[in-house]
């Protein structure tokens, strides 16, 4: 059983450019979520998914976009990426219900703009 | 968004119990107590939740308050490898995770 598979791992980006990063559960779990983490920091929630098709809004939802087309994948996409989007990327999922399960994480994405 | 506190950091020492105290006083009756350990440039391990009771599993304990305003997450022996940012977390009903800034605890050997 792989859990959540993050890619890429690491990633240097220039201002401006664009890229999508990729978010794989294999536990058929319905919800998924993307969080940043900056140095010393907490996680923070940027965008979230409780199915196949939906997203909503997180707690810093601005410059970032996301899609869920299949229920295994969440991508989090950087439309033109700036440095102050320089960040460690995790992506979690659970199931819908709320007994018994916790939340798988993935290793995250080591992002750097320039 | 419910909140937590919890306390900055901790210390223990190796094969001592660890009491990891959090504060959740404007907790919703649908709300779960979640707890997941960081350690150093890896994604967060989940480590227990519960609604009301108290709950065990392998790795450790959870005690929650009658009034479910707080919970104690309980390591029986801390070795070196518990070292790590704990955090205690309130799941709302769209099963969204807010994280704080947690605690960090040190393990002295």
């Known amino acids: 059983n792989a859990g959540v598979t993050q890619t890429p791992k690491f990633r240097v980006l220039k201002t401006g450019q664009s890229m999508t990063l990729l978010c794989a559960q294999d536990m058929n779990h319905e919800y998924m979520y993307w969080y940043r983490q900056d140095p010393g920091m907490g996680l923070r929630l940027i965008h979230y998914?409780?199915?196949?098709?939906?997203?909503a809004k997180g707690e810093v939802p601005d410059g970032y976009n996301v899609s869920r087309l299949k229920k295994q994948n969440f991508l989090l996409g950087l439309e033109s990426a700036a440095p102050s989007q320089t960040s460690v990327y995790f992506c979690a999922s659970t199931r819908q219900s709320d007994s018994g399960y916790g939340y798988t994480f993935g290793s995250g994405t080591r992002l750097t703009v320039v | 968004d419910a909140k937590t506190t919890q306390p900055n950091s901790m210390e223990s020492n190796e094969e001592e119990p660890v009491h990891l105290p959090c504060n959740h006083s404007t907790i919703s009756g649908t709300d779960y107590i979640h707890w997941y350990r960081q350690l150093p440039s890896q994604g967060p391990e989940y480590v227990i939740h519960?609604?009301?009771s108290n709950v065990n599993n392998r790795m450790a304990s959870l005690a929650i308050a009658e009034d479910r305003k707080s919970s104690t997450l309980i390591l029986h022996r801390a070795t070196l490898r518990d070292a790590a940012v704990y955090y205690c977390?309130?799941?709302?009903?769209?099963?969204?995770?807010?994280f704080g800034q947690g605690t960090t605890l040190q393990v002295k050997p």
């Open positions: 998914s409780v199915g196949e098709g939906t997203t």
């Open positions: 977390i309130l799941r709302d009903v769209p099963g969204k995770l807010i």
């Open positions: 519960g609604l009301t």
